[in-house]
């Protein structure tokens, strides 16, 4: 019996971004990497192959992170006493790009400095090749004061510069804009404020080909239904052709699986949880593919492990395009 | 696909008699487009018109149910391909394979851990579904002792595998009851298999290479009448199943093809790497499956893909909730902490599971933040001084409570001040941020 098979055709598509710079075009990476591109939903070849495979992001600190998961600490070794060693440590673990996120202060518990901040960044810039997001402490008057020197001492790089927010996003998009960078502008799953921010940012002549989308998401178990529909919505209203969503996406399931108590606790739970190692991987890896099947372009992730597992999971869903 | 009211009309009499209460068959006809009114109301409707009106108005995709033992797991019904649309209606049911070349005593062994296996999240108690028995040994005799021991340990409906006619007969004639699976009907033996199914009041999956191969396969069974079908499009890799999935949904839907309407069944479990298994799973739950079929048990994997099936399953218009008021963890006195959060269930739960576990008695009063979160809530204005003071008076706290102290979450410690005004006679006292520092927090701090 014969079948028609439904092809959708949509008027737009999202932008490519790409992220990075070598020699050649004035920054000091090895490779760049370039997301975006997408004519369809996320991995329906049939319709239109996808032109750039998502990629994996690993996230380093700046310090030994003393809250994240022992389990976490324990798979990356002593690494995480020293951002380059982690970097490259990363590097061959199979991470794409390296996202840096710094700490709002150092161990003794002094306040993080611009000096200190771009003292690592350099550092960290020299140990890989790979592009990199730097991502402030979370706190807007910090991101700025940090965030802002870094991008001078590393103009013409194309990093990625974050949390860009309705609150902050002047001048952080000012600081990116004047030194050739680029920026993550995250809002709270919504549709509409995602748009909004995105429209603030490209009214200050910031290019829409420099600005990553981060629609922020929930854990499994934690809210990843509210993250999901939302880039689900956001990646339907760029293939209709709104040009203020045809940004690609980065979302963060490392950070926000790892903060659950399910991944990040192992005494005191219920033996119905299973074995703790485990199911914390599964915990960010899961919440990792739900994203990725609702148009993560960049997934940012903490466990070497989980690396792994969703880099075989993207190289499977792009078979279908060779 | 619905019919359109003109469509309609031309199944109608078109004599205009009135007796349904309408001017003319066309203004009825449109009525019954907007699903305003019942097709009952015309008398002199045909038999064969209310059949093809029955049929339009059918469902696009079938339901299908499994049952055993009181249990029952449903599948199709969807009606959106994005949850965002509407909610996703019948969770995938999620079966455990075992196969015959193990001994009963082994089959017994290896499910006794998933048949028992409960775990709450939200409040709810999730476990799996039912069990696959597949006929690795081609003999009807040791398929028969599978099922049976299966039957045995698991109380849960059963899906039984295998291509030959003569070892699913077996295993139907043991298995009992109406609601099995047999996979699969497939272009060579289609036949027998739906004349099993039919005998024994069972569903048939119908398997085939390609989505036109399967169409016509299911047409011809639904011929023999056999209607009870799910679908199994081959695919067991993650691009295969979403496109596979994605083509079939849309068919359904969007064409209201009904050769391809019924529910998809799928197998991550033939992948051999449980870690792949486990994403393969979880692209299922989200990309449309009806039934999966995993190799694998551990609760470490069982209890997150259960949990994913809950939220992609959420109503994407209402949060999950609980309902607001004073609740009472380890039998508190009245001289015992109070403490308060809102009425979003995850919130409630992260809460009270940890206070349950300290093992320390305390009063939670839950806020109606209209199901948020409480930083969602606390920046929609939903969980501020004004409210909690409100609900502290609606539910007569004082009542039961004596100590005027009121823990609130670290994360909206700015709305101590406020609260301190609107509640002159108490003390407020700022916890920890995150609920798993709570028993520590009660211990040294209360
Ligand atoms: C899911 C979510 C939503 C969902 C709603 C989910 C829901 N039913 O509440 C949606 C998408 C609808 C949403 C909407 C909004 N959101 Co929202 N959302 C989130 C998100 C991602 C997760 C929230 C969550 O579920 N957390 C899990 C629960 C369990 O956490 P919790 O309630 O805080 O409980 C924990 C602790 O507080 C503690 N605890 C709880 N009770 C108690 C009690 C005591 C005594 C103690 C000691 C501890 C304690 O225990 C729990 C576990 O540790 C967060 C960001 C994030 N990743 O955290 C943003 C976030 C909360 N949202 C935010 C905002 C701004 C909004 C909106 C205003 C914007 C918008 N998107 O339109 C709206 C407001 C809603 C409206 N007007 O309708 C902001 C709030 C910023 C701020 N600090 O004010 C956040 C932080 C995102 C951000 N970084 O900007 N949101
Ligand atoms: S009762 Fe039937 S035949 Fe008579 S007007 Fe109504 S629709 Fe037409």
């Known amino acids: 019996m014969p079948v028609e098979i439904i092809k959708d055709n949509w008027p737009g598509g999202?932008?490519?971004?790409?992220?990075?710079?070598?020699?050649?075009?004035?920054?000091?990476?090895?490779?760049?990497?370039?997301?975006?591109?997408?004519?369809?939903?996320?991995f329906l070849s049939f319709e239109s192959p996808m032109p750039h495979r998502p990629v994996v992001a690993m996230e380093i600190k700046d310090q030994r992170p003393e809250d994240w998961s022992p389990l976490l600490l324990e798979a990356w070794g002593d690494v995480v006493d020293d951002p380059v060693d982690w970097a490259k440590a990363a590097e061959a673990a199979g991470a794409d790009l390296i996202q840096l996120s710094l700490s709002p202060a150092d161990l003794e518990g002094n306040p993080n400095t611009p000096a200190r901040a771009v003292a690592i960044v350099k550092a960290v810039l020299a140990a890989t090749g790979l592009p990199l997001l730097v991502f402030g402490p979370g706190q807007a008057d910090l991101d700025n004061e940090l965030l802002v020197p870094i991008a001078e001492a590393t103009k013409g790089e194309r990093l990625v510069l974050g949390i860009c927010e309705d609150k902050n996003y002047r001048t952080i998009v000012a600081a990116a804009m004047a030194n050739g960078h680029l920026v993550n502008a995250r809002s709270p799953m919504d549709v509409n404020l995602a748009k909004q921010l995105n429209i603030l940012i490209n009214d200050m002549a910031m290019p829409l080909d420099r600005i990553i989308m981060d629609p922020t998401t929930g854990a499994l178990g934690y809210g990843i239904e509210y993250g999901y529909s939302a880039m689900e919505r956001l990646r339907l209203a760029a293939l209709q052709g709104d040009a203020m969503t045809q940004l690609p996406m980065l979302v963060t399931p490392g950070y926000e699986a790892w903060k659950t108590k399910e991944a990040k606790v192992g005494r005191d739970v219920p033996p119905e949880w299973g074995n703790w190692a485990d199911r914390a991987i599964h915990w960010e890896t899961l919440t990792a593919v739900t994203l990725l099947e609702a148009g993560a372009d960049i997934l940012v992730l903490r466990h070497p492990e989980s690396v792994r597992r969703v880099k075989a999971a993207i190289e499977e869903l792009v078979i279908g395009n060779s | 696909m619905a019919l359109s009211g003109i469509q309609i009309y031309k199944l109608l009499p078109q004599t205009n008699c009135k007796d349904c209460g309408y001017p003319t068959c066309l203004a009825f006809a449109m009525k019954l487009a907007a699903k305003q009114v019942e097709l009952s109301l015309c008398p002199h409707v045909s038999e064969v018109s209310k059949a093809q009106l029955a049929e339009s108005a059918a469902p696009p995709i079938r339901l299908i149910t499994l049952s055993a033992d009181g249990h029952q797991v449903k599948a199709g019904h969807e009606t959106t391909l994005f949850r965002h649309e509407k909610t996703f209606v019948n969770k995938p049911g999620f079966f455990l394979r075992v196969s015959d070349d193990h001994t009963p005593a082994a089959i017994q062994a290896q499910l006794a851990p998933a048949a028992a296996y409960r775990v709450t999240y939200v409040g709810r108690e999730l476990s799996l579904d039912g069990f696959a028995v597949e006929s690795f040994t081609g003999d009807p005799a040791a398929f028969?002792?599978?099922?049976?021991?299966?039957?045995?340990?698991?109380?849960?409906?059963?899906?039984?595998?295998?291509?030959?006619?003569?070892?699913?007969?077996?295993?139907?004639?043991?298995?009992?009851?109406?609601?099995?699976?047999?996979?699969?009907?497939?272009?060579?033996?289609?036949?027998?298999?739906?004349?099993?199914?039919?005998?024994?009041?069972?569903?048939?999956?119908?398997?085939?290479?390609?989505?036109?191969?399967?169409?016509?396969?299911?047409?011809?069974?639904k011929a023999k009448g056999v209607e009870d079908l799910v679908l199994d499009p081959g695919a067991r890799d993650l691009e295969g199943v979403l496109v596979l999935h994605t083509q079939v949904r849309r068919l359904a839907l969007k064409k209201n093809f009904r050769p391809l309407g019924y529910p998809l069944i799928t197998f991550p479990g033939d992948t051999a790497d449980p870690a792949h298994e486990a994403m393969q799973a979880s692209q299922a739950i989200a990309k449309y499956a009806g039934f999966i079929v995993v190799n694998h048990f551990e609760p470490a994997v069982a209890y997150p893909l259960l949990v994913l099936r809950e939220n992609i399953y959420t109503d994407p218009q209402k949060p999950i909730q609980v309902q607001p008021g004073l609740y009472e963890i380890n039998n508190p006195k009245p001289d015992d902490p109070l403490l308060v959060t809102t009425n979003f269930s995850i919130t409630y739960f992260s809460v009270a599971n940890e206070v349950e576990g300290s093992g320390l008695p305390a009063w939670l009063l839950v806020a109606d933040a209209e199901g948020m979160s409480v930083l969602t809530a606390w920046a929609a204005g939903k969980f501020d001084a004004e409210k909690i003071a409100r609900d502290l008076k609606r539910f007569n706290v004082t009542d039961k409570v004596r100590r005027k102290r009121l823990i609130v979450p670290g994360h909206v410690a700015v709305i101590s001040g406020e609260l301190e005004e609107e509640l002159p006679d108490w003390e407020v006292r700022v916890g920890p941020r995150e609920a798993v520092d709570l028993p520590a927090f009660m211990k040294q701090a209360l």
């Open chain 2, 144 to 221: 028969a002792a599978a099922v049976q021991a299966t039957r045995a340990v698991a109380e849960r409906p059963l899906i039984l595998i295998s291509r030959q006619p003569a070892v699913i007969a077996t295993g139907l004639l043991v298995a009992g009851d109406k609601g099995t699976l047999i996979h699969a009907a497939n272009p060579g033996n289609w036949e027998a298999m739906a004349a099993l199914a039919k005998q024994y009041g069972a569903a048939l999956v119908v398997q085939a290479s390609t989505l036109e191969e399967l169409a016509g396969l299911t047409e011809k069974i």
């Open chain 1, 14 to 42: 999202v932008r490519t971004v790409t992220i990075g710079a070598t020699a050649a075009d004035g920054g000091t990476r090895q490779r760049t990497v370039t997301v975006g591109g997408e004519k369809t939903l996320p």
